[in-house]
């Protein structure tokens, strides 16, 4: 190599290396980011239901999203995916029926949604409580015995889901389906989403009084304490013979935006660290999409056209 190349060599080397990084960000600039993740859900008595594999072992769970306890796996899926870890801890939990049950905790890896490989999952040997072998539950209760996921699972993920379509929607870590400014020009409404030991809640007025209430994919009905409506329009019909006979006239976000009329079913919760449950009548009737990392929920009116068009945001 001639002498002046070589002297020249420390010179050439650093644009070299600007220009390599420079190639490198305006590559990592333009790659398209991951398309969402569109799983379809399965309804058993209006509750959603999700294909989940665990290791070598596959299982249809119900997703319940007021669980707050990561990833409940049954003896058999535990034992077949040879991807569980089961700890020295139990968890203790009741149920709404207040009946006390204590399980050993677990880690599970190699958990796959969809196409959606999810780090590790920490969660607990599945009880199926609740439910009956016979009647309107039965199949219900079957479904149950598979186990359960709820949005722990899924850390910091956006999750849609369109009950109309009958889709969970997974978008990438770090994506935000749409800025605020955005999805209120798309017709959709941001509420302040917060976590609690009871799970995602959100903060609804009925009237001018605000209620907290848990965001919960796993109940049939939209539940209500009673005791919360002092001081609204709320009432409660005891001597009806309809599910859910109390009525909340005049539901607004925080915001004030109107969402109209709720039922629910009564339920004391004197005591508990919220006023009610949103359950299946308010997820069917909307598309709900939990934004963890920008801790918000975004809402909009079920899609008229259902399974003829996607309606998710895009990241």
């Known amino acids: 190599m001639p002498p002046f190349l070589r002297s ?11 220009l390599a990084l420079l190639a490198g960000s305006a590559i990592a600039q333009s790659a398209p980011s991951p398309a969402p993740a569109v799983v379809p859900l399965r309804f058993v008595n209006g509750l959603p239901f999700v294909q ?6 596959r299982s249809e769970m119900m997703f319940d999203s007021g669980g707050g306890f990561g990833i409940s796996l049954p003896t058999a899926t535990i034992d077949d995916a040879g991807s569980v870890t089961m700890l020295d801890e139990t968890s203790r939990f ?10 050993r905790k677990l880690v599970a890896r190699r958990v796959t949604v969809g ?11 599945h009880v199926n409580w609740g439910g009956a072998p016979e009647g309107p539950d039965a199949e219900l209760t ?31 870590p770090g994506r935000h389906p749409l800025a605020d400014p955005e999805a209120r020009a ?39 304490n009673p005791g919360s409506l002092a001081g609204t329009a709320g009432r409660c019909d005891d001597a009806g013979d309809a599910p859910d006979p ?20 009564a339920m004391s919760l004197d005591g508990a660290p919220f006023d009610g449950l949103l359950g299946a009548p308010f997820f069917a009737a909307r598309r709900v999409l939990f934004d963890p990392a920008a801790q918000r929920l975004l809402i909009a009116p079920a899609d008229p056209a259902g399974a003829a068009r996607s309606t998710a945001p895009v990241p």
């Open 115 to 125: 196409r959606t490989a999810l780090e590790p999952v920490r969660g607990r040997v």
């Open 8 to 18: 020249c060599l420390p010179a050439l080397r650093l644009p070299a290396v600007l």
């Open 186 to 224: 798309a017709g959709w409404q941001s509420l302040r989403l917060e976590h609690g030991k009871t799970g995602p809640y959100v903060t609804l007025r009925v009237g001018s009084k605000p209620l907290k209430l848990v965001l919960d994919t796993g109940a049939p009905l939209n539940f209500i």
């Open 142 to 172: 079957r479904a149950r015995n598979g186990g359960a996921i709820d949005l722990l699972a899924f850390g910091e993920r956006a999750l849609m889901f369109d009950y109309a379509r009958r889709t969970l929607t997974i978008y990438a």
């Open 52 to 57: 989940v594999a665990v290791g070598a072992a």
């Open 94 to 103: 009741s149920d709404l029926l207040g009946q006390v049950h204590e399980v």
């Open 246 to 265: 109390c009525n909340l006239p005049d539901v607004r976000t925080e915001g004030g935006a109107a969402l109209g009329a709720m039922k629910a079913r």
